[in-house]
């Protein structure tokens, strides 16, 4: 099983490497231009989740081979159970990111302040998880010395400085991208409202003139002669 497990490690490895290069992407849509890219935002949150699956299936073959699925062989390796809820936070965290942060791109709604803190605090969540999720992959030095505990205390540790910074500097640049939308929608449905008015407006049409009324003089001429 030795090489299995290794060729396991390489996907799992792999599918991380991949969830980078989509982050990367995201973050390149987001701050590129005025606007989000929705193209690209789409493309690389498609190819996140998809590096998620890869980590939830091949983390699981790890952890089949490792403790065979008993409770008690992972509630007693407190860097695994962290791996564990680390990836649980993230796929919370993503669909909460789909669900809101990018639906109300999609569709601005009218809690302006309430959605820009909630997309800020959900884009802290998910640099944070990520980053800590990298780390305990290189963490296995402190298996032995740390409990649970304390990496969980460690994990809160680095939400909280991911919350400070992400409010202090990217929280206007989200509500920045959160702006232009509603005034983009604004502006597109004013340009509907106005091209539905001109619809609706009746046009002047000319009578053709028939050629009775053609032979026949008109006032000023009978004047003339």
């Not at 982050?23 to 701050?31: E, G």
């Not at 091949?58 to 089949?64: L, Q, S, V, Y």
């Amino acid at each position: 099983m030795e090489i299995e497990r290794m060729l396991l490690v390489m996907l799992h490895v792999g599918s991380f490497v991949i969830a980078a290069v989509g982050i990367a992407y995201a973050d390149l849509s987001l701050f590129k231009g005025k606007r989000v890219d929705r193209g690209l935002l789409a493309w690389a949150s498609k190819l996140v989740m998809g590096a998620l699956i890869g980590l939830w299936i091949t983390g699981a073959a790890i952890i089949a081979i490792d403790t065979g699925f008993q409770l008690e062989a992972i509630t007693s390796r407190a860097k695994l159970l962290s791996k564990i809820t680390v990836v649980c936070v993230l796929t919370v965290n993503g669909y909460l990111l789909h669900r809101y942060f990018f639906g109300q791109l999609a569709e601005p709604g009218a809690s302006f302040k309430r959605m820009v803190n909630l997309s800020a605090a959900l884009a802290a969540v998910s640099g944070a998880s990520w980053m800590y999720a990298a780390f305990l992959g290189m963490a296995k030095p402190l298996a032995r010395l740390f409990t649970y505990s304390d990496f969980m205390t460690l994990y809160a540790t680095m939400l909280t400085l991911s919350l400070v910074v992400v409010f202090a500097l990217l929280r206007p640049r989200i509500a920045g991208l959160f702006r232009a939308e509603v005034v983009a929608r604004r502006a597109q449905h004013d340009n509907e409202v106005n091209a539905r008015r001109k619809r609706r407006q009746p046009r002047n049409k000319v009578r053709p003139v028939t050629s009775h009324e053609a032979a026949s003089p008109t006032a000023s001429e009978q004047a003339a002669a």
